[in-house]
């Protein structure tokens, strides 16, 4: 039985592999999940080991370009949405595979633009729609210039997910935060 957290009716399942947490979230019951980050692109056993198939994850969303954050984004059959910012940033992560003494194991898979769907409000509201939640994305950048926050909400409590961000503001609006080098941290 794969560990699961409840808040409110936020079902949240976390898992690890090294320093780098990913996280899926729904509504109870909703038959399908956000999956937020990636973790390493040598995560797929961590992944598998939940006992979750592809065809039960709405969407991806990343909080950043950053190696351990969206290593399981195209070994993963998953609708991936992201930002500009975020876009933007493919070069760089690509680039730095690019270099063989960074990809030791040799299996980055380069990702274009066109793998990452902008992120809209149409797209946002189908996902929503699947996973029971709403869904709001902040920019918080800072770690990173492409940084961004999801915050889900079942209509009583607010979750950000924030990745590395390092957040002052975001606190005051919402219930819990979730960073990944953290545990959830619960907001006065
Ligand atoms: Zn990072």
Same mark, same amino acid.
């Given at each position: 039985? +794969?560990?699961?957290?409840?808040?409110?009716? #936020?079902?949240?399942?976390?898992?690890?592999?090294?320093?780098?947490?990913?996280?899926?979230?729904?509504?109870?019951?909703?038959?399908?999940?956000?999956?937020?980050?990636?973790?390493?692109?040598?995560?797929?056993?961590?992944?598998?080991?939940?006992?979750?198939?592809?065809?039960?994850?709405?969407?991806? #969303?990343?909080?950043?370009?950053?190696?351990?954050?969206?290593?399981?984004?195209?070994?993963?059959?998953?609708?991936?949405?992201? +930002?500009?910012?975020?876009?933007?940033?493919?070069?760089?992560?690509?680039?730095?595979?690019?270099?063989?003494?960074?990809?030791?194991?040799?299996?980055?898979?380069?990702?274009?633009?066109?793998?990452?769907?902008?992120?809209?409000?149409?797209?946002?509201?189908?996902?929503?729609?699947? #996973?029971?939640?709403?869904?709001?994305?902040?920019?918080?950048?800072? *770690? +990173?210039?492409?940084?961004?926050?999801?915050?889900?909400?079942?209509?009583? #409590?607010?979750?950000?997910?924030?990745?590395?961000?390092?957040?002052?503001?975001?606190?005051?609006?919402?219930?819990?935060?979730?960073?990944?080098? *953290?545990?959830?941290?619960?907001?006065?």
């Amino acid at each position: 039985m +794969t560990p699961m957290k409840k808040l409110s009716k #936020i079902e949240i399942i976390e898992t690890q592999h090294k320093l780098s947490k990913m996280f899926l979230v729904r509504r109870e019951g909703a038959a399908k999940w956000l999956m937020i980050d990636a973790m390493w692109s040598n995560s797929l056993k961590k992944f598998e080991a939940l006992g979750i198939s592809e065809g039960e994850i709405s969407a991806l #969303i990343v909080t950043h370009i950053h190696a351990d954050h969206l290593g399981l984004a195209k070994k993963l059959d998953v609708r991936w949405l992201g +930002t500009a910012e975020e876009r933007e940033r493919l070069e760089y992560i690509n680039g730095w595979f690019a270099d063989p003494s960074h990809d030791k194991r040799g299996d980055w898979i380069h990702i274009n633009e066109e793998d990452v769907e902008l992120i809209a409000q149409q797209n946002l509201a189908e996902i929503s729609a699947e #996973i029971g939640l709403s869904i709001e994305i902040e920019a918080t950048p800072g *770690h +990173t210039p492409d940084s961004l926050s999801v915050i889900v909400s079942d209509g009583d #409590i607010k979750i950000a997910f924030v990745g590395d961000a390092d957040l002052t503001d975001l606190k005051t609006k919402v219930d819990y935060v979730q960073q990944s080098h *953290h545990e959830m941290i619960k907001q006065s």
